[in-house]
T-cell receptor, first 117, second 108 residues
């Protein structure tokens, strides 16, 4: 059973370009989470998605950032018109569907390092 | 003020020493994770716990819900334990709040 996969592992963009980060959850997992780790800072929650639904996007910047988790295919975190401050490591995690509200362990992907020049 | 505070921020130990990393939080939680981030950046979930104590190999995690405190212990530490250890608490839904991490270096 493959783990959570993210690609690309490294992404370089110039200011103003778009960045698309992909996350394939573990097989059987229907919940995906995106986190950002800025240089010299801790991890911050961005968004929580289930298939075709955004459940909690309270950590997403209001502009330029969007996320989706379509019925088929990976989850995508999209950053439009990137700025230097977007340079960070972006981690995706997935978990299975919990029963009766039980919290399930999240499994992390290797991350995508975004560098904006 | 951060919802999750870890101590110490940095820790250097000799191989074989017993190590404790502490985590205090100020919010009501449904569960707490201990994560390990290797120098290459990958993140591994070590434990998820909501009460009591869990053990996995040389790692032990405890949590006291009333005192809002958790500890991660490493027995017989080894250089390969060198990593950043992150405490994360789950609040509403599945949202995490993360500590800033404890950077551990184990010297041979």
């Amino acid at each position: 059973n493959a783990g959570v996969m993210q690609n690309p592992r490294h992404l370089v963009r110039r200011r103003g370009q778009e960045a698309r980060l992909r996350c394939s959850p573990m097989k059987g997992h229907s919940h995906v989470y995106w986190y950002r780790q800025l240089p010299e800072e801790g991890l911050k929650f961005m968004v929580y998605l289930q298939k075709e639904n955004i459940i909690d996007e309270s950590g997403m910047p209001k502009e330029r950032f969007s996320a989706e988790f379509p019925k088929e295919g990976p989850s995508i975190l999209r950053i439009q018109q990137v700025v230097r401050g977007d340079s960070a490591a972006y981690f995706c995690a997935s978990s299975p569907l919990g029963t009766s509200g039980r919290k399930e362990t999240q499994y992390f992907g290797p991350g995508t390092r975004l560098l904006v020049l | 003020k951060n919802e999750v505070e870890q101590s110490p921020q940095n820790l250097t130990a000799q191989e074989g020493e017993f190590i404790t990393i502490n985590c205090s939080y100020s919010v009501g939680i449904s569960a707490l994770h201990w994560l390990q981030q290797h120098p290459g950046g990958g993140i591994v979930s070590l434990f998820m716990l909501s009460s009591g104590k869990k053990k996995h190999g040389r790692l032990i995690a405890t949590i006291n819900i009333q005192e809002k405190h958790s500890s991660l212990h490493i027995t017989a530490s080894h250089p390969r334990d060198s990593a950043v250890y992150i405490c994360a608490v789950i609040v509403t839904g599945n949202q995490f709040y993360f500590g800033t991490g404890t950077s551990l270096t184990v010297i041979p």
